[in-house]
């Protein structure tokens, strides 16, 4: 059964925005962190950018200044503003969710919540 329902990736030229949303199920009760992760063709997974229930904000140095992590609380759904996009933006996103705040800044696991990930593809 799907949990997390993921949207928004897609081709976009560089220097160009894409904002992803991903709404969790009701199913999923007391969902605290939510994040992103990414991860490109022989590359680790990697976690872009993460929000606690309370709103504070962690980034990956590779985005700061670039992306926005937002959420509402009252949908579920957790957003990804991506401005001035580069090629190397390119990559597998995921939408995780957990029951604990601390995944917000120390990363999402195996116990937490992921999503079936959404292209991304910025092309120079």
């Known amino acids: 059964q799907v949990q997390l329902v993921e949207s928004g990736g897609g081709l976009v030229q560089a220097g160009g925005s894409l904002r992803l949303s991903c709404e969790a199920s009701r199913i999923i009760d007391n969902i605290r962190a939510m994040g992103w992760y990414r991860q490109a063709p022989g590359k680790q997974r990697e976690l872009v950018a993460g929000i606690t229930s309370g709103g504070n904000t962690n980034y990956a140095d590779s985005v700061k200044g670039r992306f926005t992590i937002s959420r509402d609380n009252a949908k579920n759904t957790v957003y990804l503003q991506m401005n001035s996009l580069k090629p190397e933006d390119t990559a597998v996103y995921y939408c995780?969710?957990?029951?604990?705040?601390?995944?917000?800044?120390?990363?999402?696991?195996?116990?937490?919540?992921w999503g079936q990930g959404t292209q991304v593809t910025v092309s120079s």
């Open positions: 995780t969710a957990s029951h604990r705040e601390l995944p917000a800044l120390r990363g999402f696991d195996q116990t937490d919540y």
